[in-house]
T-cell receptor
Framework: NAGVTQTPKFQVLKTGQSMTLQCAQD?????MYWYRQDPGMGLRLIYY???????DKGEVPNGYNVSRLNKREFSLRLESAAPSQTSVYFC??????????FGDGTRLSIL | GDSVTQMEGPVTLSEEAFLTINCTYT??????LFWYVQYPGEGLQLLLK?????DKGSNKGFEATYRKETTSFHLEKGSVQVSDSAVYFC??????????????FGKGTKLSVIP
């Protein structure tokens, strides 16, 4: 029972490079979320997908794009990485008004 | 909009001490309330929840009561252990339309328990 799986766990990029963070859940949840966690800021919502085929912006969407590939997978893409995007990224999923389940995070550093 | 305010840390306690982490919220409707815990190097895990006024959530010796009159959801534990050292997040969930419920988090409180 894997829950929410994020890959990679760690990544270092140079400014201007692009990359995609992957997230997959095996709990048949409808809703999926991407957050970033920065010191003293708590978790801030980047994008979410209420159901397969839909995506919406959260609190801090600039510089990111997302794809809800199917019900299981929700990817986050940085087209041109900037040092301000150095953070820990968490994916989460849930059903209805049940609590969210979180992955273990991707630690991303941009030089 | 919705917001969650929790006491700033870090909080350092001796083992077996009493713990309180304060959390207050603002919301337009009737949110569900949660406490999540994050151990070093890991993601967030649900610790406990309450879905309506006067509900008490409890788990692993931690408790929190949904107080609508004071818009609060304070986390308490009678006797902390070294293994409770972690970051604790208060959060609320409210319906935001189109079948979606959004979580709003507090900024987190880091707890360190020393032997």
């Amino acid at each position: 029972n894997a829950g929410v799986t994020q890959t990679p766990k760690f990544q270092v990029l140079k400014t201007g490079q692009s990359m995609t963070l992957q997230c997959a859940q095996d709990m048949n949840h409808n809703s999926m979320y991407w957050y970033r966690q920065d010191p003293g800021m708590g978790l801030r919502l980047i994008y979410y997908s209420a159901s397969e085929g839909t995506t919406d912006k959260g609190e801090v969407p600039n510089g990111y794009n997302v794809s809800r590939l199917n019900k299981r997978e929700f990817s986050l893409r940085l087209e041109s990485a900037a040092p301000s995007q150095t953070s820990v990224y968490f994916c989460a999923s849930k059903r209805g008004n049940q609590p969210q389940h979180f992955g273990d995070g991707t630690r991303l550093s941009i030089l | 909009g919705d917001s969650v305010t929790q006491m700033e840390g870090p909080v350092t306690l001796s083992e077996e001490a009493f713990l309180t982490i304060n959390c207050t919220y603002t919301a337009t409707g009737y949110p569900s309330l949660f406490w999540y815990v994050q151990y070093p190097g890991e993601g967030l895990q649900l610790l406990l929840k309450a879905t309506k006024a006067d509900d008490k959530g409890s788990n692993k010796g931690f408790e929190a009561t949904y107080r609508k009159e004071t818009t609060s959801f304070h986390l308490e534990k009678g006797s902390v252990q070294v293994s409770d050292s972690a970051v604790y997040f208060c959060a609320l969930s409210e319906y935001s339309g189109a079948g979606s419920y959004q979580l709003t988090f507090g900024k987190g409180t880091k707890l360190s328990v020393i032997p």
